[in-house]
């Protein structure tokens, strides 16, 4: 009974005393402060177990599929590429600024865990929900299932690309050419007065 009581003390104390450390303020959340090694790797070990148990039960479609590796492109490099990094570019102000730094997609052995049954689930879950309190977010507010497997599949073959045939690769061809047209009807004025007024409104108010 004496070791019981004494043993419900201690962790009286102990709840106490971290809820005086926090509220006294001085836990630094600062991205610019590292975690002590211990704290990281418990919240590593926490982040690992989550995604795993949140993944299992997740059902892969064929990655290996051309038109899947293909049409990931374009999205990784309008969402995903200025922190994930892509060939030729080795650094950018945010792969250097946040913390836990974003992987760098671009080499084979970060990226061949993905290659995987169990990392494909993986990755894709954390592209789908993002990692808390990391700087990485939760696409699947906003993307449907097969959009963020092709990015998994584009991943997943992105270190073997070279400059060109990632440039190749991450094209938007409809859109380029909408952008083409665009720029050729931008001296004509046969659109209408209202028309003419905002696109030229939008120009130098959002572009520059
Ligand atoms: C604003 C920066 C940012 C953007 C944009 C971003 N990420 Fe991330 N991502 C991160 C960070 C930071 C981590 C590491 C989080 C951690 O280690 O806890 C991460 C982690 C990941 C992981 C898990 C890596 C691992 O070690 O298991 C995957 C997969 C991933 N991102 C894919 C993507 C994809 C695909 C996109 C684009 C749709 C994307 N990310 C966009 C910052 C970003």
Redesign the pocket.
């Known amino acids: 009974m004496k070791f019981l009581l004494g043993a419900l003390f201690t962790v009286f104390v102990a709840i106490v005393g971290v809820f005086a450390v926090v509220s006294s303020g001085v836990v630094n959340v600062g991205a610019d402060q590292e975690h002590n090694p211990m704290m990281y790797s418990f919240l590593?070990t926490a982040?690992n177990r989550s995604?795993k148990n949140a993944s299992k039960d997740i059902v892969v479609p064929d990655l290996e599929k051309v038109d899947m590796i293909s049409s990931g492109g374009a999205?990784?490099k309008d969402?995903?590429a200025?922190?994930?990094l892509s060939p030729g570019v080795a650094k950018t102000d945010?792969s250097e600024s946040?913390y836990?730094?974003?992987?760098n997609?671009t080499k084979a052995d970060?990226v061949k865990?993905?290659q995987t049954e169990d990392g494909a689930k993986?990755?894709f879950w954390?592209?789908k929900h993002g990692?808390m309190a990391?700087?990485?977010?939760a696409?699947g507010a906003s993307h449907d299932d097969d959009r963020?497997w092709a990015?998994?599949a584009f991943?997943r073959s992105l270190p073997e690309l070279d400059e060109a045939q990632y440039t190749i690769l991450t094209t938007r061809i409809n859109d380029d050419m909408m952008d083409m047209s665009f720029d050729g009807d931008m001296n004509m004025s046969d659109d209408g007065m209202g028309m003419d007024m905002d696109m030229s409104d939008d120009g130098s108010g959002m572009q520059h």
């Open positions: 590593e982040r995604i999205d990784y969402m995903c200025g922190c994930h945010f946040l836990p730094k974003p992987p997609f970060i865990r993905y993986q990755g954390v592209i990692i990391s700087g990485m977010p696409w963020m990015m998994v991943i």
